[in-house]
């Protein structure tokens, strides 16, 4: 196979040089030429079921990769790792994530996000333009802070430590567009880096520590990490505590409120799918608060999500490492070498969703159409597949429904800028630029 000279594109815009190299190479497993770093781009969706799911245990996620070793600086060794660590995370916080826990949430996650929705009135009445990014934050947090840590971590500590993640995730770009620079050389970010995680320590170790002093029976993440026991029966050490604190925290907060951050510009663009979007939400909710049983009957809201997810899936790569040789796509793989598997160019390649590919129809996702054309199951993995399959998954789907119908049923909104945001490399998938809009009431959103 030849190796593909991805560099000086890559540099340019790495997001759509992984969309071209899947492209040209119609699926087929191609080494990038990254300097003396030559990982494997995995783009067919039957070689991504093969390494998440039938082959995984060749491929863990491992911690050399510039991804992986940057994100384990912050959270350690839980949720986020492999191996046994992580074995005992996944046991102790996936009952946290059953459907009927969460479903339980939602109607106090839904006065959380009407409560921290209905701030934004004032902005609104003096047509003061909002940092989309930044309010999308505060709502979130408003929202996970009290069902998912029983408020023990307040929304400006959340805030805080958002702020924190930000200086990390940035701090990465020169580690992400560098891979072949070996970690002993100190890179422009590092400090910054070190300095962010000390100030996230900072505010979490004390929160742990309360917990620990008063465990509470309740099942916030908290409650769960201190009341957990191993199969001999010890606690957890402060250090895995800390650690799958750290990466809940992380993975609650950053992810959804960068995926909805595209959502605007997205509308603007697309004012079809917006009117109906309206519609819709007009019909369910009207203007009162969302409540539970609207989000079954926000069918085109979720479509809309659906399709959000493929074109800015916020976990743009899912790198492997292969832990033993192996044939994949018909091309041999080394024990050791990189596999950089990517739902952003999988999810957004002709092969696999035609000619349209890149045209934002949430149509794809009509109910009954979920596999229209023979797609394959794995061309749209934004939530990852396997033993690693993203835990929040269900958690996301009703927070955003809930996020989008609470705003547009108060409010309509102008963007200062309306054109899409080019892609920044970092850990998740952000917007290049701030997203600023203005937004209007609409007549019957209630004013405080
Ligand atoms: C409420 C929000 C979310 C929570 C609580 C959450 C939680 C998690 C957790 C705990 C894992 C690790 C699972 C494991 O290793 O066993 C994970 C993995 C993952 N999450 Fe999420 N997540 C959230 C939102 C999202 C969103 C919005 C996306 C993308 C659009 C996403 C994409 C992924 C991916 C791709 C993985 C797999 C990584 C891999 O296989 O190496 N997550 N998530």
Request: aromatic letters at 6%; proline letters at 6%.
């Amino acid at each position: 196979m030849p190796a593909w000279k991805a560099l000086p594109a890559a540099v340019r815009d790495a997001h759509q040089a992984l969309v071209d190299v899947g492209n040209w190479s119609n699926g087929d497993v191609v080494r990038l030429s990254l300097g003396v770093s030559r990982p494997y781009l995995v783009t067919n969706p039957a070689h991504v079921q093969e390494v998440l799911h039938e082959r995984a245990a060749i491929y863990p996620r491992g911690d050399d990769t510039a991804l992986w070793r940057s994100v384990r600086k912050l959270v350690g060794d839980g949720i986020l790792a492999e191996g046994e660590s992580w074995v005992a995370s996944r046991r102790i916080l996936a009952p946290l994530f059953r459907p009927a826990r969460l479903n339980a949430m939602i109607e106090p996650m839904a006065s959380a996000v009407a409560a921290a929705v209905d701030e934004l009135h004032g902005a609104a009445s003096a047509g003061t333009p909002i940092d989309v990014g930044r309010e999308l934050s505060k709502i979130v947090c408003s929202a996970i802070m009290r069902v998912f840590f029983a408020d023990r971590i307040t929304v400006s500590d959340a805030l805080q430590i958002m702020a924190a993640q930000e200086m990390i995730v940035n701090a990465m770009a020169p580690r992400l567009l560098a891979p072949v620079v070996p970690w002993w050389i100190p890179m422009p970010g590092d400090r910054r880096f070190a300095a962010a995680v000390k100030s996230i320590d900072d505010i979490l170790l004390p929160v742990l520590r309360q917990a620990q002093r008063q465990p509470g029976d309740g099942d916030d993440v908290l409650s769960a990490l201190v009341r957990a026991r191993t199969d001999d029966g010890r606690g957890l050490s402060e250090k895995q505590m800390r650690d799958d604190l750290v990466s809940m925290v992380a993975v609650t907060t950053e992810t959804s409120y960068v995926v909805l951050t595209w959502l605007w510009p997205v509308l603007a663009n697309n004012p079809d799918v917006a009117t109906r979007l309206y519609d819709e939400i007009e019909q369910v909710v009207g203007g009162g608060q969302v409540r539970s049983h609207h989000l079954a009957e926000l069918t085109y809201t979720k479509m809309v999500l659906e399709e959000l997810l493929r074109l800015y899936p916020a976990g743009w790569i899912v790198p492997r490492r292969a832990a033993a040789a192996d044939i994949l796509g018909g091309v041999r793989i080394e024990k050791g070498t990189t596999i950089i598997l990517s739902p952003y160019a999988t999810q957004r390649m002709t092969a696999w969703w035609g000619p349209t590919a890149e045209v934002f129809d949430p149509e794809r996702f009509a109910p009954g159409r979920e596999d229209a054309g023979g797609r394959h199951r794995y061309a749209h993995y934004p939530f990852g597949a396997g033993m690693h399959r993203c835990l929040g998954e269900h958690l996301f789907n009703l927070e955003a429904s809930l996020i989008v119908a609470t705003l547009l049923s108060r409010f309509r909104f102008t963007l200062t800028d309306a054109s899409i945001p080019a892609t920044r490399v970092a850990a998740s998938l952000r917007p290049a630029r701030k997203v600023e809009m203005i937004l209007k009431p609409l007549a019957h959103s209630p004013t405080r």
